[in-house]
């Protein structure tokens, strides 16, 4: 069965530093999503993307993230400048129509 | 706004035992309802889904029915094994088509042997 799969499983990095989480989602899809997860906390929709522009955004999404989907297969998320807060799973799903297949996820680790 | 109220967990069960985790919904149109399970250090898996009201889904012995009278979509199995041990999350999507989901807090459920 076709997956969306992320890279990489654990990033850890500085403060202040850029981070780009990818991911490949699955071929037919033609929608594409970020979501995060705070340890123990719920699952909180960032940002959807579709024909080449964000479809949707969050309150959390703000101007320190962007996405891109830079080639046919590559969809990232880009943290321009990581804070503490940051720190979470960064979970990738497209769908194309519903429902959302999700990615294992990146742990991110801000330091 | 739309959103998912679970019951809180965590919630621990011995083997063979039958699972509830209630999940109710608030939303403005007829959403689509979805059960979603996070087994320990892996991402979201779709459990099952149901697309309009009495539908039930079912999947590796789980069901959830859709009511719209009570706006309830609770997930229930009859014999919980060790390996049912995992988050669950109910989620709806009310716009349909590559909109963003809203998923409830989660459920955390224990299985002890």
């Known amino acids: 069965e076709p997956e969306v799969t992320q890279t990489p499983s654990h990033q850890v990095t500085q403060m202040g530093q850029e981070v780009i989480l990818r991911c490949v989602p699955i071929s037919n899809h033609l929608y594409f999503y970020w979501y995060r997860q705070i340890l123990g906390q719920k699952v909180e929709f960032l940002v959807s993307f579709y024909n080449n522009e964000i479809s949707e955004k969050s309150e959390i999404f703000d101007d320190q993230f962007s996405v891109e989907r830079p080639d046919g297969s590559n969809f990232t998320l880009k943290i321009r400048s990581t804070k503490l807060e940051d720190s979470a799973m960064y979970f990738c799903?497209?769908?194309?129509?519903?429902?959302?297949?999700f990615g294992n996820g990146t742990r991110l680790t801000v330091t | 706004g739309d959103s998912v109220t679970q019951m809180e967990g965590p919630v621990t069960l011995s083997e063979e035992a039958f699972l509830t985790i209630n999940c109710t919904y608030t939303a403005t149109g007829y959403p689509s309802l979805f059960w979603y399970v996070q087994y320990p250090g892996e991402g979201l898996q779709l459990l099952l889904k149901?697309?309009?009201?009495?539908d039930k889904g079912s999947n590796k012995g789980f069901e959830a029915t859709y009511r719209k009278e009570t706006t309830s979509f609770h997930l229930e199995k009859g014999s919980v094994q060790v390996s049912d041990s995992a988050v669950y999350f109910c989620a709806l999507s009310d716009r349909g088509y590559g909109q963003n989901f809203v998923f409830g807090p989660g459920t955390r459920l224990s299985v002890l042997p």
């Open positions: 799903a497209s769908s194309g129509p519903s429902p959302l297949h």
């Open positions: 149901a697309t309009k009201a009495d």
